[in-house]
């Protein structure tokens, strides 16, 4: 991983999962992941891709009893590292939005660095599983970014503008939020973006 002053690594287990994680918010877009989900993978490279990030997820988990804790426990975990690896979140732009297409998929991602935990999930899929070895259920996702914006003290707004096609819905919801990030945390400045001094 690119050295950088902004990362994070952590490694998380419990009964039903066990999870390592590794991010440089500064890095070259290099993304891997290995759930046993593979249409989860691939929307976690795409989160490290389009963010900018070097990320690394190696996780496994209970799938033969539900996908759930897997992608909850990912988000976790992954909210925690970024919230680490931001600091004090010194110069950062804080704010960002962002409207991104794949083919008929509109949605948009909104994001404060606010230090205050909220999800606002306006995203309905038509609701067929993502095929795959295993399936991918389309509801996980809200589950993963609740996880994620609480860990990383973060607001975060996903609302879809239209689509069809759950794949490319939940694609370019991933591909929103990753940018919108990638424009919150950019460094342009110096002191905290915040009249209380802190985020």
């Known amino acids: 991983m690119t050295i950088s002053s902004r990362t994070a690594s952590a490694s998380r287990s419990t009964a039903e999962t066990s999870i390592d994680i590794a991010i440089a918010i500064d890095g070259s877009g290099q993304g891997t ?3 046993g ?3 989860f993978d691939h929307m976690l490279s795409q989160l490290g ?3 900018g990030f070097e990320l690394r997820v190696d996780a496994s988990g ?3 009893i539900d996908a759930h804790h897997t992608v909850e426990d990912v988000g976790i975990l992954l909210g925690s590292c970024f919230a680490e690896a931001l600091g004090d979140k010194a110069g950062v732009r804080r704010f960002a939005s962002i409207a991104v297409p794949l083919d008929e998929a509109l949605v948009e991602a909104v994001v404060d660095l606010s230090g205050r935990p ?7 899929p038509p609701g067929q599983k993502i095929l795959g070895d295993p399936p991918f259920d389309p509801q996980l996702c809200e589950e993963f ?6 860990s990383a003290a973060l607001t975060l707004h996903i609302t879809m ?3 069809k096609n759950t794949h490319h819905i939940i694609e370019a919801s991933f591909k929103a939020v990753a940018r919108a990030l990638r424009d919150a945390v950019r460094v342009e400045g110096t002191g ?8």
């Open 49 to 51: 891709r389009h963010g």
């Open 37 to 39: 989900l593979p249409f």
């Open 145 to 150: 970014w609740r996880a994620f914006a609480t």
């Open 192 to 199: 905290i973006p915040s009249t209380k001094g802190v985020l």
């Open 118 to 124: 909220f999800l606002h999930y306006d995203v309905s």
């Open 33 to 35: 992941a290995t759930t």
């Open 161 to 163: 503008v239209r689509g």
């Open 62 to 64: 209970d799938l033969e």
